[in-house]
Each structure stands twice: as C-alpha cells, then as structure tokens.
C-alpha cells in the first residue's frame, strides 16, 4: 500500500531556479496539502485542495505555486527559488467526508530541498 | 487563528520510564486533538487522536489526555521503548476541517538504553 508518495526525495537547486515538486495518492482522497517543516517551527500549511479542481492557500503560500492535476496528483512548484525555501516538503491527503476519521492526516515521506 | 505551544523541545528518559508531552491551544474552537510521530527521515504519522467530548483516551502504552477548560492536552508514554525514541507533534482543529490542523513545534524524545 503506497499511500502518498513523493518525488524528489532530495534536491539541490541555485537561486533563482525553478522545480515541481510531485505528489500522488492512492487512497482515493479528496484532499491534498503541502506542508513545509523547518526546525523549531513544526508543520506549517502552504496550500491545500480541499478537493479536485480547487486549491486554496495556507498559512505561508508566498513563493509558491500549486496545481490539482486530477483527485490522485497535487504539484508545488517554486517559480524562482530563494534561500528561505530550504526546506523539507510534505505532501498530505485526507479524506473529509470519512466520517469521524475524516481529520486525519496522511504525510508523504518527504522531499528536502536545498537552495544555494 | 489558532496557535499551538508545545512543551518540552527535547526529552530524554530511561528505557521504562514514562514520558509526557504537554500542549496547550488557544481556540476554543478547537475539538480534535491529533498526536503525531515522526521517525528520523519520514514523515509523521498519526498515533492517538481525542475529541473533546472525552477527556482522556489510551491505546496500549500511550495516553492522552484532555482539559477543555484550561485548553490544555498531554501525551503520555508508559514502559518507554528505544523504538519510541522520535519527534513528536500535537495539533489541533475544529473537528472536519483537516486543513485548519496547526500543529506544535515538536518534541524530541529519545528514549536511552
């Protein structure tokens, strides 16, 4: 069972360049999220899809740019990267409308990202 | 908005010994508690959650528990294990809205031999 998976697992860019950041679920989720973790600071949103075909911002949308290409895929792409953005990238799914479990939460494994 | 503080940062104990991990929420809003272990190189996973309609809740070797009055809930570990060794994350949210979940800044417990 694959649950969310994500790729890169590891990438280094330079300033200024540009990446996507893919993500697929195999749960048949209707919502999506990426997060971004720095130390100290846990997991903060940076946009979610509450369900195909819509995406919303989060808490530190800035820099960043998403697409829900179908219920399975949500992409982050960093249009011109910047040193802030060194971080490691979470992609999540739930499922909203499960009924009680309908709050939790399913991480990726993760993407760390470096910018120089 | 809410705001989630979690205490402490860094946590060691002695294999067998209990372990908690207190947080406390500022949203009276807030009714779902989720708890959150994270493996060095992985993603968190979920490993108890409460609502706030019970004030404590056990699965095995760990516990939560839950004061909405004082808008505080802890995390308890008893017989701690090396496996347990890990970052820990709490979160809140008003129950169905996944995305609202903000989550502590983290604990790191490591469990010694």
């Known amino acids: 069972n694959a649950g969310v998976t994500q790729t890169p697992k590891f990438q280094v860019l330079k300033t200024g360049q540009s990446m996507t950041l893919q993500c697929a679920q195999d749960?048949?989720?209707?919502?999506m999220y990426w997060y971004r973790q720095d130390p100290g600071m846990g997991l903060r949103l940076i946009y979610y899809?509450?369900?195909?075909?819509?995406?919303d911002k989060g808490e530190v949308p800035n820099g960043y740019n998403v697409s829900r290409l179908n219920k399975r895929e949500f992409s982050l792409r960093l249009e011109s990267a910047a040193p802030s953005q060194t971080s490691v990238y979470f992609c999540?799914?739930?499922?909203?409308?499960?009924?009680?479990?309908?709050?939790?939460?399913?991480f990726g494994e993760g993407s760390w990202l470096t910018v120089v | 908005g809410e705001n989630v503080e979690q205490h402490p940062s860094t946590l060691s104990v002695q294999e067998g010994d209990s372990a908690v991990i207190k947080c406390t929420y500022s949203?009276?809003?807030?009714?779902?508690f989720p708890w959150y272990k994270q493996e060095l190189g992985k993603g968190p996973q979920l490993i108890i959650d409460?609502?706030?309609?019970?004030g404590e809740k056990k699965d095995q070797r760990i516990a939560v528990t839950l004061n909405k009055t004082a808008k505080h809930f802890s995390l308890h570990i008893t017989e701690t294990q090396p496996e347990d060794s890990a970052v820990y994350f709490c979160?809140?949210?008003?129950?169905?809205?996944?995305?609202?979940?903000?989550f502590g800044s983290g604990t790191q417990l490591t469990v010694l031999p």
């Open positions: 999540a799914s739930s499922d909203v409308n499960s009924g009680s479990s309908g709050n939790t939460i399913y």
């Open positions: 749960m048949n989720h209707n919502s």
């Open positions: 899809s509450a369900s195909e075909g819509t995406t």
């Open positions: 949203d009276s809003a807030s009714n779902y």
């Open positions: 409460i609502r706030s309609n019970v």
């Open positions: 979160a809140a949210t008003p129950l169905g809205s996944a995305r609202q979940l903000t």
